[in-house]
């Protein structure tokens, strides 16, 4: 359903929309060049890396609803919603619901020890890029055990970003309007 922009509010700012689909943007771009087009799976590592540093930073000085402040939630809250939208009782957030904020932490997360141990294997394989010098003084299985974390957490990664459509689409269900619009648009229905 389409609303009118009087019905609507801006909550996403035009930062986050793009930390967002750049961010998503970069992570398959790596995920699928995996070692077939190394040069391009790095970049896009080296990016990720940079998106990770500005929205750690726009969580503290960006706008109300990007703010950390603005959605992070102790787990027991984070439960407390996800039991409530199983029950079909979850209230609506015009931000972040609390499942939402726990889902940017985790991928957030997720993704910089994804990049780092990326580092570390590009470091031992490749002798190549800032973790070249240590890992050259490391045994050869730390560079192998880097390698399985690397894509072990690649893999988790992926998994979290299906439950987060997953959460999306069953948010917007609930609620009645279309969230992945809104991460376009940057609007928000008002009210209920």
Same mark, same amino acid.
């Given at each position: 359903?389409?609303?009118?922009?009087? =019905?609507?509010?801006?909550?996403?700012? +035009?930062?986050?929309?793009?930390?967002?689909?750049?961010?998503?943007?970069?992570?398959?771009? /790596?995920?699928?060049?995996?070692?077939?087009?190394?040069?391009?799976?790095?970049?896009?590592?080296?990016?990720?890396?940079?998106?990770?540093?500005?929205?750690?930073?726009? %969580?503290?000085? @960006? =706008?109300?609803?990007?703010?950390?402040?603005?959605?992070?939630?102790?787990?027991? =809250?984070?439960?407390?919603?996800?039991?409530?939208?199983?029950?079909?009782?979850?209230?609506?957030?015009?931000?972040?619901?609390?499942?939402? %904020?726990?889902?940017?932490?985790?991928?957030?997360?997720?993704?910089?020890? =994804?990049?780092?141990?990326?580092?570390?294997?590009? @470091?031992?394989?490749?002798? /190549? %890029?800032?973790?070249?010098?240590?890992?050259?003084?490391?045994?050869?299985?730390?560079?192998?055990? /880097?390698?399985?974390?690397?894509?072990?957490?690649?893999?988790?990664?992926?998994?979290?970003?299906?439950?987060? +459509?997953? %959460?999306?689409?069953?948010?917007?269900?609930?609620?009645?309007?279309?969230?992945?619009?809104?991460?376009?648009?940057?609007?928000?229905?008002?009210?209920?």
């Amino acid at each position: 359903m389409h609303r009118s922009p009087a =019905t609507e509010i801006k909550v996403w700012d +035009i930062p986050v929309r793009l930390f967002h689909w750049s961010f998503a943007s970069c992570f398959f771009i /790596a995920y699928i060049t995996e070692d077939d087009f190394l040069s391009l799976h790095n970049n896009a590592g080296y990016a990720i890396l940079g998106l990770i540093l500005f929205r750690l930073t726009w %969580g503290f000085i @960006g =706008t109300k609803h990007a703010r950390f402040s603005d959605f992070i939630q102790p787990p027991s =809250t984070v439960v407390a919603y996800i039991k409530q939208v199983i029950s079909f009782r979850a209230k609506r957030y015009l931000g972040h619901n609390p499942a939402g %904020g726990a889902m940017v932490f985790a991928l957030l997360l997720a993704l910089t020890l =994804t990049c780092l141990t990326g580092l570390a294997t590009y @470091g031992a394989e490749q002798s /190549a %890029g800032p973790l070249a010098d240590f890992m050259r003084t490391q045994p050869i299985a730390i560079g192998k055990a /880097a390698e399985e974390l690397h894509e072990f957490l690649a893999n988790f990664t992926l998994l979290l970003i299906l439950f987060h +459509i997953a %959460g999306v689409l069953v948010a917007s269900f609930q609620h009645g309007e279309n969230l992945i619009r809104s991460m376009f648009t940057g609007r928000k229905q008002l009210t209920d």
